[in-house]
């Protein structure tokens, strides 16, 4: 728990944690129409992380906006002790990229993502693959109403 604080920046009045994913964050595969009837590893990959996501949510309403989503991908086995301690919580710039993660997320969790007006993304490397979801309650929306609402 101390490492997820951390990773947070310590938590505070504005950001709560608010769900936690046990499982490796999985991007969207380009699918098509042979994925229908042909069997390919990354688009089952892919169902099986969907279903995943599914079991964990547990009854759990995603917000429309203020999310914050930490997307902890696992760290190679084969990588030293001290690259391992090196990289923790170090940004994670392979791929997948970070838009396939998010739309594989809300495909999971969500019949439509239309409702979503606000969110940011974060992909890090983890010794374990887990998902994190803040809350982060942002005071600078009404700041940036009052400067629009000036002008």
């Given at each position: 728990m101390?490492?997820?604080?951390?990773?947070?920046?310590?938590?505070?009045?504005?950001?709560?944690?608010?769900?936690?994913?046990?499982c490796n964050p999985v991007g969207k595969p380009r699918m098509t129409q042979r994925d229908k009837w042909a069997d390919r590893p990354i688009v089952s990959r892919y169902y099986a992380y969907k279903d995943t996501l599914a079991l964990q949510r547990r009854g759990w309403v995603m917000q429309r906006s203020g999310l914050h989503i930490y997307f902890c991908m696992p760290m190679p086995p084969s990588w030293s002790k001290r690259k391992?301690?090196?990289?923790?919580?170090?940004?994670?710039?392979?791929?997948?990229?970070?838009?396939?993660?998010?739309?594989?997320?809300?495909?999971?969790?969500?019949?439509?993502?239309?409702?979503?007006?606000?969110?940011?993304?974060?992909?890090?490397?983890?010794?374990?693959?887990?998902?994190?979801?803040?809350?982060?309650r942002n005071p600078f929306i009404k700041e940036i109403k009052e400067i629009t609402d000036e002008r």
């Open positions: 101390k490492e997820i604080i951390k990773l947070f920046g310590g938590m505070s009045q504005y950001r709560e944690l608010v769900k936690t994913f046990d391992t301690e090196k990289m923790a919580y170090s940004p994670h710039m392979q791929t997948p990229d970070i838009d396939n993660l998010v739309k594989a997320f809300f495909d999971a969790l969500t019949l439509e993502d239309k409702d979503i007006w606000n969110l940011q993304a974060t992909k890090l490397w983890s010794k374990l693959g887990r998902i994190f979801i803040t809350l982060d």
